[in-house]
């Protein structure tokens, strides 16, 4: 079964808004709303950001947040940051071969 | 507080097996399954397999079928990934993660598995 698909990289400048999108089909993301993000800085092991499409975890920073329509979620950062610069990937159940599958990953800049 | 705890790095020849422990704690073990995770140098994530806890069901990539092998110990804790007939492309960070709410919550800190004649 094929990754995801993440745009290979966004930027963006501190205080501005980006979106990393995540495209599957409608056995995946498409079809459910078991869709989620995380955060990979270099060398670190990933942290969870969003659950559930656009739930955040206990202590995420409000300034994460998720949404979806059809076969595409996405990930919204607002207010960017320096230290939101890194590695983000989507995730998603897939119900048809009760797996997961995650994104290519997406190298957010901060300029 | 929620800690995964995983096995030390690794270095192994083509067709050798590995096997990789990772250790939980601060919660109970048998409420949540177990994802297994891997990242090739300068990779993306790819999903290899998850287990049951409180059952022992597993079900594996279809990729890592007939190499993967998962289990887990319900006295320590501690659950295992063992890979066989290993590959240099094989050669990546792996990692636990503990699943709850179709989501990977909790990462271990990664272990380093190295193929390499």
């Known amino acids: 079964q094929s990754a995801l698909t993440q745009p290979a990289s966004v930027s963006g400048s501190p205080g501005q808004s980006i979106t990393i999108s995540c495209t599957g089909i409608?056995?995946?993301?498409?079809?459910?709303?078991?869709v989620s993000w995380y955060q990979q800085h270099p060398g670190k092991a990933p942290k969870f950001l969003i659950y559930?499409?656009?739930n955040r975890p206990s202590g995420v920073s409000n300034r994460f947040s998720g949404s979806k329509s059809g076969n595409t979620a996405s990930l919204i950062i607002s207010g960017l940051q320096a230290e939101d610069e890194g590695d983000y990937y989507c995730?998603?159940?897939?119900?048809?071969?009760?797996?997961?599958?995650f994104g290519g990953g997406t190298k957010l800049t901060v300029l | 507080q929620v800690q995964l705890v995983q096995s030390g790095t690794e270095v192994k020849k083509p067709g050798a097996s590995v096997k990789v422990s990772c250790k939980a704690s601060?919660?109970?073990?048998?409420?949540?399954?177990i994802g297994w995770v891997r990242q090739a140098p300068g990779q993306g994530l790819e999903w290899m397999g998850w287990?049951?806890?409180?059952?022992?069901?597993?079900n594996y990539a279809q990729k890592l079928q007939g190499r993967l092998t998962m289990t887990t110990d319900r006295f320590t804790n501690t659950a295992y990934m063992d890979l066989k007939n290993l590959r240099s492309e094989d050669t990546a960070m792996y990692y636990c993660?503990?699943?709850?709410?179709?989501?990977?919550?909790?990462w271990g800190q990664g272990t380093l598995v190295t193929v390499s004649s």
């Open positions: 559930d499409v656009g």
């Open positions: 287990i049951s806890t409180s059952s022992g069901y597993t």
């Open positions: 601060g919660y109970t073990f048998t409420s949540y399954g």
């Open positions: 409608s056995s995946d993301v498409g079809g459910h709303t078991y």
């Open positions: 993660a503990r699943e709850g709410s179709w989501s990977f919550e909790y």
């Open positions: 995730g998603s159940y897939t119900s048809n071969t009760f797996s997961w599958l």
